[in-house]
């Protein structure tokens, strides 16, 4: 009895530091973060309140936003808002990634191909989706289109360059073994390349998602009448700023909470932990 109670405390006592770390990690330094976010937001609020030439916009300091939130989702128009964003960073990040892929997977394969594409690449890649805008107007019958066609422009490169990257650190021995195992083209993408890839796939699909969720408020400025882009703009005409903060903080949420289903995809489809 006396040495199966030191063996459990032994047990118990090795297994802290490991449950220590995992606190700290997932529990108290994030919480510590949030804390430090709000203690600055509620200062900046608290500055701007005292301050009668901008006192307008006290409606920004943490507590109106909050109240206007919980506004916001007791009366469940958040959700009608949310909704259509969604729709279109989805829909930007799928064409991203049926473009991307391929054309990276071609570029990481092709010596000759990546000279070729590399100054286009680096042109195109440099303006910003913005200065697009006037073009897609023109271009798409819809507004939706057009701004899933300025989502796809910002999202495609971060894709596109890291599968290229990905494809060019694949070492050569195992297309030199998947030949000699009698593997045609289709197989070599298939078993070789795609499983190998995956983790720069999906991590460039988390960069695509942050510089999506950055184009999409501005592009709903377009003449959409739905989508957190649009409620942001509708409440500042209306001077709503407690509104607008809401919208902020529900953007926040929603952004971290797609970055966080990247790093499950990294790790779910590769063959290396995601940092």
Known sequence: MVARSA???HTRTFRWPA?????????AYPAVGIAVLLALWWLGGWAIANNDDVATFAGFAPAPAFAALG???ASGDVWGTIYPSLYRIGMGLLWAFVIGVPVGVAI?????LREVTHVPF????MISPLAWMPIAVLAFATWDGAIVFLITVAAVWPVLFSTAQGVR?????????????????WQMLRRVIMP???????AGLRLAVGVAWIVLVPAEYLGVT???????????DTLEYDTLAAIVVVIGIIGFLLDGLCVSLIKRFSWRQAD
């Not at 650190?169 to 083209?185: E, T, Y």
């Not at 739905?226 to 500042?236: F, K, M, Q, V």
């Open 71 to 73: 506004e916001l989702v």
């Open 169 to 185: 650190r694949i070492d050569p021995l195992w297309f030199k073994v998947a030949r000699n195992l009698g593997a045609d083209g």
């Open 19 to 27: 449950v220590r770390a995992f606190l700290l990690s997932t529990v």
């Open 196 to 202: 190998a890839i995956g983790q720069d796939i999906f």
């Open 122 to 125: 680096q042109f195109l890649r």
């Open 226 to 236: 739905s989508g957190l882009g649009y409620a942001i703009n509708d409440a500042r």
């Open 7 to 9: 063996g459990s405390w």
């Open 108 to 112: 990481g394969l092709s010596s000759a």
